[in-house]
């Protein structure tokens, strides 16, 4: 019997074909997301005048009001920090874009917290892939179809 061809494609189908036969999830990262942020030595002032000026300009701060997800902490620089981020990633991560005289920095954390989820700069690019077993085992109850 020959050798199985040493190839990455043959590779990728074996590697496929074996998890689907075992019924294992795949998780797929992206390592290199970014996040624009508030600088925690910039003065309230200053975060203020930005946070108007980036909720003015483009960024969706609907999530900032009072029943929005994120308005806890109920914070200038919580509040900042995600109108910032919205600024940012609407503006495509444009150079100057994360700026805010001088109040803002990137940042490679996410920010994000409880239900109050940052936009990142690959925008929630995490595949989940879930394959049922072939074994006759029930799906778990999370997996949609």
């Not at 990728?12 to 925690?40: D, F, H, K, P, Q």
């Not at 109108?83 to 503006?91: D, G, L, V």
């Not at 595949?127 to 085992?137: A, E, K, Q, V, W």
Request: a negative charge.
């Amino acid at each position: 019997m020959a050798a199985p061809p040493q190839n990455p494609v043959w590779l990728l189908l074996m590697t496929t074909v074996i998890t689907i036969m075992m019924g294992s999830n795949i998780l797929l990262g992206v390592e290199g997301a970014y996040w624009c942020v508030a600088r925690s030595d910039a003065s309230n002032q200053a975060l203020q005048t930005a946070l108007d000026y980036a909720c003015a300009s483009g960024a969706d701060c609907t999530p900032l009001l009072s029943n929005g997800l994120c308005f806890l902490p109920n914070t200038i620089q919580a509040h900042a920090s995600y109108a910032f981020n919205s600024f940012f990633q609407r503006k495509a991560m444009a150079p100057g874009s994360c700026d805010f005289s001088g109040t803002a920095t990137i940042a490679q954390t996410d920010p994000s917290f409880g239900s109050c989820v940052y936009p990142s700069s690959v925008s929630d690019l995490h595949i989940t892939i879930d394959f049922t077993p072939l074994d006759g085992r029930p799906s778990p109850d999370y997996i949609q179809r």
